[in-house]
């Protein structure tokens, strides 16, 4: 989620602090959504005012010693021309799927077999609950939110469903053993495979721009 996108966004709506940006996103469950930390917002809220994408609209002063005064932001000329891009460059990129346990899951048949199978439960309970706030979210607010933020509730329910259909299927594996097999290859299955990923190679390239955007 780029946070640039997500303050200008909130920006063109109305004038806002930087606080009631943090407490817009929670109002919306967009934390529910995004990872999204207040030092990283904070952060940003500084970048995009150096590079003259927002401004300040209005300087409260606030009670009490040593207290900063309370700056409210609005959103430049250029911080809309640089919003649209944002928006743009946003709806250019493409899924690319990155789940923690994928990382990890070449090398699951060296773990703890117990402790695998209690971390994956977690996992799947953790993505049930989820999708049971998410879809609370949505029959809550669904008629009364703008119809990309519902479109949006709806993908992260139906990922969810997808996730928890994998999950289900790594348990069941888990628990029969099979998850944690290994497997030898034989000569002939090496050059078999050597072959067949040459060919594959040459049907589906790698996608460089990724993987040098990644590196």
Known sequence: MSMRLLILGLLMERE?????????????????????????????VDQLRQDGLIEAAEVVAVPGDNR????IYRITESGREAFLLLLEEQ???????????????PFVRHG???????LVLK?????EMRIARMKAILELKGDLIPRGSSLMIEGFIRFGETEKTWLEQLLAEARSGKL????????EQ?????????????????????NDKDS
């Open 180 to 187: 944690f097999e290994s497997h030898q290859m034989t000569p």
């Open 112 to 118: 703890h077999t117990d402790k695998i199978e209690a």
């Open 16 to 44: 806002r602090h930087p606080y009631e940006i943090r407490q817009t996103i929670k109002l919306r469950n967009w934390n529910e959504c995004f990872k999204l930390r207040d030092g990283s917002l904070y952060y940003a």
């Open 190 to 210: 090496i050059e078999a495979y050597v072959v067949g990923l040459k060919e594959f190679e040459k049907s589906y390239p790698p996608d460089t721009e990724k």
């Open 68 to 71: 900063p005064d309370k700056t």
């Open 123 to 127: 996992q799947l309970e953790d993505c």
């Open 91 to 105: 709806f250019k990129m493409t899924s690319f799927p990155q789940h923690p346990l994928f990382l990890a899951m």
